[in-house]
């Protein structure tokens, strides 16, 4: 079974840049994440989506972040303009569907660097 | 909110002794724990998960956790350490938020195993 899929690995941008992420989550798979994490920290829920919807952006920030799953399958994630503070690995991870007990599998993540 | 708190930053074990890596909890209700792992430059790996039933929960590449209610813990273990057990590990809870399941993660423990 093939795992979720990122691109790119890895990004380098200016302050002020926009730049976009992508994932395929595991085929079949109804919910889609995207976490944040800080060199330092554990994983931050930035958005949840249950097939093409969205159930969770509370940690999102929207002036600067959005994000899409059409079709529900695959999802970007988009930052504009980028900040120094946005600099960290944006990890996918998807569950079959959102149950209590669902385990999350994760992609290998996209590392952004800002300067 | 739920919680997890990891409170060693890292731990340092000698191949071929046994690991424990330390995990508390917060929670209101029942808890569902679960321990990740974080090779360098990877996304998490699921080890296991306590939902219900046994305290000792067996997991991937010989990781076992025991689940206690009465000091709040949910320590990772594995009888004999590998060279390659080195790398970051990470408990979480899952949360109820906006009323659908959600992550929160600890804010890891770094393992290292010596030769």
């Known amino acids: 079974e093939a795992g979720v899929a990122q691109s790119p690995r890895y990004k380098i941008i200016e302050k002020r840049q926009s730049v976009a992420f992508w994932c395929n989550p595991i085929?079949?798979?109804?919910?889609l994440y995207w976490y944040q994490q800080i060199l330092g920290q554990g994983p931050k829920l930035l958005i949840q989506?249950?097939?093409?919807?969205?159930?969770?952006d509370s940690q999102l920030p929207k002036d600067r972040f959005s994000a899409e799953r059409l079709k529900g399958v695959d999802s970007t994630l988009k930052i504009q303009p980028a900040k120094l503070e946005d600099s960290a690995v944006y990890l996918c991870?998807?569950?079959?569907?959102?149950?209590?007990?669902?385990?999350?599998?994760f992609g290998p993540g996209t590392r952004l660097t800002v300067l | 909110a739920q919680s997890v708190a990891q409170p060693e930053d890292q731990v340092n074990v000698a191949e071929g002794n046994p690991l424990t890596v330390k995990c508390t909890y917060s929670?209101?209700?029942?808890?569902?724990l679960f321990w990740y792992v974080q090779y360098p430059n990877r996304g998490l790996q699921f080890l296991l998960k306590?939902?219900?039933?046994d305290n000792l929960v067996k997991g991937s590449y010989g990781f076992e956790a025991e689940f206690n209610k009465s000091q709040t813990s949910f320590h990772l273990k594995k009888p004999s350490a590998l060279v390659s057990d080195s790398a970051l590990y990470f408990c979480?809870?899952?949360?109820w938020g906006t009323g659908f399941q959600k992550l929160v993660f600890g804010t890891g423990t770094r393992l290292l195993v010596s030769p």
């Open positions: 929670v209101s209700g029942n808890p569902y």
């Open positions: 306590y939902i219900t039933g």
């Open positions: 991870a998807s569950s079959p569907v959102t149950g209590g007990t669902d385990t999350q599998y």
């Open positions: 979480a809870v899952r949360d």
């Open positions: 085929s079949g798979h109804a919910t």
């Open positions: 989506f249950q097939n093409n919807g969205v159930v969770d």
